[in-house]
């Protein structure tokens, strides 16, 4: 019924037929045949409604969502196909620009300066016209993929075909910016909101690079064991601290600052603890939003968030000196939301699965190794740049590939519980436009096709990252 | 290790023989019907009086999570009863084919919409059908906070007031009273409803006739919209969503807003009678506070939003005729009383509500609190739905719209709803363009042929 | 011991622990507050009260409406706990088998599969939902804990996450091993598992985790109450009239304090695990 049979033949062994089956038999009953199904249904006008017949309508729903219409069709024709072309040599540009990085094109020290002057320019336009600050973040990075590009001791100086990919990059976006106008004003798109939608996915990516190296940096950090010492005196040491903690509370308690009383204690707790369990302690401690995720973390941070009383504005009011009312409103802010959602994600993030796998891919770097650099006298620096993390290209590049492929599905539980897709449709993803287009429109062949579409984006950014792992790792 | 794999799969085997043998259940030889409701204690209350009033019949209550009585319901597993929040809800179910038309058994039950107010009519239907009857319904009115009016010196508002007196009374609670402390003159939980009761008493409605155009670009939706757009960000009278952010949001759907009108921070709150449902929590509150109806608009009559909660029977449910005996007891005159005394807003039975005495709990008893609820029954008009487009989808882009209001001061209204009112009609175009059902329709409605437009 | 003891680095690991940590003391002191102050930010209760939890737990009724919550809360503990420890058995077993299938045999089609399911990771699973749905009901599934079991012990992660494992481990071992005489089951009993464990150990924490904390799925599976998992029964306390915050939070607490203990038993099997195994891409 699937038509996905891939029921062994003859010349696949019967041991692999007999490990593979209990697992196999799940996959197509409970995962292959949805999938399936909902591909199906992107192509029809399925609803809830079984009073309305099921009728194939092909690409209509991926043209409602990505299409674009114009009043004028004849005459913006060109416009629309220029635009498109563009897009695409942007695209390419890009790639390529990576790709030239990698495998050390002749000139690709130029193309990287290009790209700095490129970037520059974006943000000083971007600034002169006040537009929305996605181009600028824009920008900088291209500003920063330019310095990173020509100082570096990768590729040479001399001219080449490096550059071809900076050039196509000033071509493409200058030719963007001059056809801007004409073409929103002949165009509209059939969805706003899906580009909107996108765009805030996208964003909301940014955080993972951070949430990525501060996993790496906790397990650095947690990598090197405090010194150990004999069980009693872990023991005294905790005692000891145990103690001057409950004392700060109390103190703190009677003297009406028992708050402060309390956190002292607390910190005086961990100390101890540290003191007496080593590490352990801690990784249980940097994990502990892993296991509480869900809506009581939402409920918690929606009121850490609190303009006038959460704890961050009125943290900030004291150290600043600004007026409360006068601090970023985070959630309810148009411009603050979704960095104020990067940040919680981190938190939660931080300290999860990425650490633990980094801890372990850390302890297996060959001691060895790093002795024999010792001996040719390398220092802390070098020692981590070339042999350290080579020795982690393998973990990051498995965590990069199932952060961006979660990453590009989420947002669904933080719009749905803290901020209800707002304000005005700043932390909606594409998640939760599928979710509101399935459950709330009952259009279930236009949410299946904003799925395909978001896998079609997901596929596409992982067989990327897939790529130039390999590239990476090889080197 | 295979031994820890074996023993352990073991364990679990026998964990689950003994979980599945607790839990039998003892079949009471009873008819269960399913209601998909919120988790309100006082359901079992009126569940428990329905089972003694149909022997050999049982409701039991369960989550109404939208998403979950959709998957359901898609799958034919949907509970028997299904409660409706509103007539935009009922809109979407029942041209989603969940709901079972009602029209031919509610004369014969017992829950036709006369044995309700005449007005909500087109609340329960859709389209000339009937889909369900009311739990409780209401419209409505302004109460208020005596202890802030006289501090602050303000006059308690009459009953036949204007929206330029409410914008007068509101303006003086901005600044300090005689406490020193200023107020919260209106406490806004759902802004839809204040610039929909504005709206309505401008004699707005949401299409034509023929259901076929939004009328939401009128001039009298834009005068609503900007009298709405100034209250909160020129007068000051409703708290921007910044404001908002800034206190608690404690509690569920809205009510952040209310709780600072129950902790007296708000001199004024626009709601129904189910407010005294929150009112037990805030026994201190009930002696200050006093209600009157809407303000309307000058040289207007005053009007607002009509709703109810009522309950639909799923279509495909296995028990439609004892289902169908839970919406007639939805009409006596037993479960009327319940909701009277829970003051849960307004019964749907009319003679339980002809006057403020009536309507008398140990909440509040001075029969004048609901005397004004009683009035508004009378003014107060439902949402009006067309055949030809989703209201659920029109709602969502409505709140978007408010929400831009709020969020942007000084956003020209007019250009707003013009692109709200085309984007609806482009949507109604598209929908019928689409669907040979909607072509008839319209074919019915203006006595022309669907011509597609390019 | 004070000479070498890294002040610097026990210093940075506090300040971060005690960031990550406030908000939960925070929850845990809000569980200790009555519903009025539920929300503000100070860390010690004004007015402390120790009602919330037996109220969760159905020992005392709630003191605003005199009401027993009626939650099953002991009841839903179990349930959540029985069909993670269920779902997290039966996959760390099918992924491991399909894994050494995709990995330590050769044959044909063999990547090509293997990135079938890779690809199926990347569908949103909202999108899936009611096609799996409707086989439930098929099969008469609803309202039992082999519907809530089933459809989730089959999933491509665990088979990604135990195929890289295993890859990693040098083939010399099942040459060797063949050369005596092992079938395939023995080499994977006797070679293969006992070097995968910390994999599956890691997958089995992470499983257990992501089971017991799932919501969509048992919302729409479960009607009957005694059936409920514990995010869906804490669902009762987020009702039309008033979200309980406090209710929660004590709940959130109950439901987090096995967990930790757990985690910090098998931590140490955990990190040691990992280490063997280590993740190649």
């Known amino acids: 019924m699937d038509g996905k049979r891939e029921k062994p033949g003859f010349h696949i062994p019967l041991p692999a037929i007999g490990f593979l089956l209990p697992n196999f038999i799940g996959f197509l009953f409970f995962v292959m045949f949805p999938v399936i199904l909902s591909l199906i249904m992107a192509f029809t006008n399925w609803t809830i409604n079984p009073g309305v017949p099921l009728e194939y309508v092909g690409l209509r729903n991926f043209n409602d969502l990505l299409g674009m219409h114009s009043a004028i069709p004849a005459a913006a024709g060109h416009i629309y196909a220029s635009y498109v072309s563009c897009v695409i040599l942007l695209l390419a540009g890009l790639i390529l620009y990576i790709w030239s990085y990698l495998r050390e094109w002749e000139g690709v020290k130029i193309g990287g300066t290009v790209a700095c002057i490129l970037g520059l320019s974006i943000i000083i336009t971007a600034f002169a016209n006040h537009v929305n600050h996605g181009f600028v973040l824009a920008g900088i990075i291209l500003l920063l993929a330019g310095i990173g590009v020509s ?11 490096g550059i071809i990919p900076s050039i196509l990059l000033v071509v493409s976006i200058s ?42 940096a906790l397990a650095l950090l947690l990598n090197d064991r405090l010194p150990e010492s004999a069980l009693t005196k872990r023991a005294v040491m905790f005692l000891i601290c145990a103690g001057c903690g409950f004392l700060s509370l109390v103190l703190g308690l009677g003297s009406g600052h028992g708050d402060l009383g309390l956190v002292i204690g607390i910190i005086w707790l961990i100390a101890g603890l540290g003191l007496a369990f080593n590490v352990i302690a801690y990784r249980t401690i940097y994990y502990l939003p892993s296991f509480t995720a869900g809506v009581a973390i939402m409920i918690l941070w929606k009121a850490l968030y609190n303009p006038q009383t959460g704890p961050i504005n009125i943290g900030l009011s004291y150290l600043t000196g600004t007026a409360i009312d006068e601090l970023p409103k985070w959630l309810s802010s148009f411009t603050w939301a979704k960095p104020s959602l990067i940040f919680m994600g981190t938190w939660v993030g931080i300290g999860g699965m990425n650490m633990l796998l980094y801890l372990a891919a850390l302890s297996n770097v060959p001691q060895d190794l790093i002795d024999a650099a010792e001996v040719d006298g390398a220092s802390r620096w070098q020692k981590f740049r070339h042999i350290t993390i080579p020795q982690l290209a393998p973990t990051t590049f498995f965590i990069c590939i199932m952060s961006v492929i979660g990453g590009l599905q989420g947002g669904l539980e933080q719009a749905r519980v803290m901020t209800g897709g707002g304000p005005d449709g700043a932390t909606t993803t594409l998640s939760y436009y599928l979710y509101n ?15 395909w579409i978001m896998f079609a984006i997901i596929f596409v950014a992982t067989a990327l990252n897939w790529r130039f792992g390999k590239e990476l790792e090889v080197e | 290790m295979k031994k820890l794999f074996i023993i352990s799969g073991f364990l679990l085997l026998v964990v689950y023989a003994f979980a599945l043998m607790s839990f039998k259940k003892p079949d009471t030889g009873k008819i269960v019907l399913r209601w998909a409701t919120d988790p309100n204690p006082a359901r079992k209350v009126q569940t428990k009086l329905f089972g003694e009033l149909n022997p050999g019949l049982e409701v039991t209550v369960e989550s109404g999570a939208m998403e979950k009585l959709l998957v359901q319901c898609a799958t034919g597993t949907g509970p028997d009863i299904i409660d409706i929040y509103g007539a935009t809800q009922m809109d979407c179910y029942a041209k989603a084919g969940l709901l079972l038309d009602l029209t031919p058994y509610a004369s014969k039950m017992g829950f036709d919409p006369s044995k309700t107010y005449p007005s909500l009519k087109e609340d329960l239907c859709v389209d000339g059908k009937q889909y369900r009857f009311p739990c409780n319904t209401g419209g409505n009115c302004v109460i208020y906070n005596k202890k802030i009016f006289d501090d602050h010196g303000v006059e308690y508002p009459k009953p036949d007031w204007t929206i330029e007196d409410f914008i007068k009374a509101g303006k003086k609670f901005n600044e300090p009273g005689k406490s020193g402390q200023t107020h919260i003159p209106l406490a806004s939980f759902y802004p839809y409803w204040v610039f929909i009761d504005m709206y309505y008493s401008l004699g707005g409605r949401y299409y034509t006739d023929d259901g076929l155009k939004s009328k939401l670009d009128s001039p009298e939706a834009i005068k609503a919209l900007q009298t709405y757009h100034d209250m909160m960000h020129v007068y000051k009278i409703i708290p921007s969503p910044e404001v908002v952010a800034g206190m608690s949001s404690q509690g569920g759907w809205g009510s952040g807003p209310i709780v600072w009108f129950s902790t007296g921070k708000a001199a004024m709150i626009m709601i ?21 109806g809407l303000p309307r608009f000058e040289g207007h009559p005053p009007s607002g939003l009509l709703g109810c909660r009522g309950p639909g029977i799923n279509a495909q449910s296995k028990h439609k005729e004892q289902a169908m005996k839970f919406l007639s007891y939805l009409a006596s005159v037993d479960y009327g009383t319940l909701i009277v005394r829970d003051g849960d807003s307004l019964p749907p039975n009319p003679t339980l509500a002809q006057n403020g005495e009536m309507l008398v709990n140990k909440t509040v008893s001075d029969p004048a609190f609901h005397q004004p609820f009683v009035d508004a029954m009378k003014t107060a ?25 709020e969020n942007n001061p000084g956003i020209n209204i007019e250009i707003l709803m013009k692109d709200l009112a085309t984007e609806i009609n482009n949507k109604i175009k598209r929908n019928i363009d689409r669907s040979k059902a909607l072509q008839e329709k319209y074919k019915s409605v203006t006595g022309k042929d669907w011509k597609p437009e390019k | 011991m004070m000479n070498r003891f890294p002040w610097f680095k026990f210093g940075l690991m506090i300040v971060l622990g005690i960031s990550i940590c406030v908000p939960f003391i925070w929850m845990t002191s809000a569980s200790f507050k009555h519903r009025a102050e539920v929300e503000e930010i100070n860390l010690i209760p004004k007015k402390p009260t120790l009602d919330n939890y037996p109220v969760v737990l159905d020992m005392k009724p709630d003191p605003a409406t005199g009401r027993f919550l009626g939650m099953k809360f002991w009841r839903w503990y179990f349930n959540s706990i029985f069909i993670a420890a269920a779902v997290t058995y039966l996959q760390v077993l099918t992924s491991c088998m399909a894994a050494y299938a995709f990995s330590r045999i050769q044959w044909k089609w063999r990547d090509r599969v293997f990135l079938l399911y890779l690809a199926t990771m990347m569908i949103p699973g909202v ?19 082999h519907g809530l079991i089933l459809p989730a012990a089959f999933s491509t992660f665990g088979t990604f996450l135990m195929r890289q494992f295993m890859l990693s481990l040098p083939p010399a071992l099942d040459e060797a091993a063949m050369i005596d005489g092992a079938s395939h089951w023995q080499i994977f009993w006797e070679v293969i598992i006992p070097l995968a464990r910390p994999g599956m150990i890691a997958l089995a924490i992470m499983t257990f985790l992501g089971v017991y904390q799932s919501f969509f799925w048992p919302l729409i599976m479960l009607n009957i109450e005694d059936y409920f998992t514990m995010p869906v029964g804490m669902l009762l306390l ?20 096995p967990l930790i203990i757990l985690f910090c038993i098998f931590q140490k099997f955990l990190v040691k695990g990992l280490q063997l195994g280590g993740v190649k891409g």
């Open chain 1, 151 to 161: 100082i570096s001791e990768k590729g040479s100086w001399k001219p080449g075909i």
């Open chain 3, 127 to 145: 999108v899936t939902m009611i096609p799996n749905f409707q086989i439930m009901v098929g099969l008469d599934f609803l309202n039992s804990y």
């Open chain 2, 381 to 405: 008009r439902p949402i009006d739905n067309s055949p030809f487009i989703n209201a659920l989808e029109v709602q969502r882009w409505i709140d978007e719209r408010l929400a831009r209001v």
């Open chain 1, 175 to 216: 030719a963007l910016w001059f056809l801007n106008k004409p073409m929103w004003d002949n165009f509209t798109p059939n969805d706003p909101r899906f580009w909107k939608f996108f765009y805030n996915t996208v964003y909301l990516m940014l955080g993972t690079p951070i949430g990525i190296f501060g996993s790496l």
């Open chain 2, 272 to 292: 129904g009678r189910w407010y005294l449902n929150i009112l037990v929590n805030y026994p201190d509150m009930a002696q200050n506070i006093a209600s009157v």
């Open chain 3, 238 to 257: 987020d009702s039309t009239y008033g979200r309980q915050t406090e209710y929660i939070m004590a709940a959130t607490v109950l439901n987090v304090v």
């Open chain 1, 437 to 451: 287009m399935a459950f709330q429109n009952l259009n279930m062949g236009y949410a299946s096709a904003i799925a």
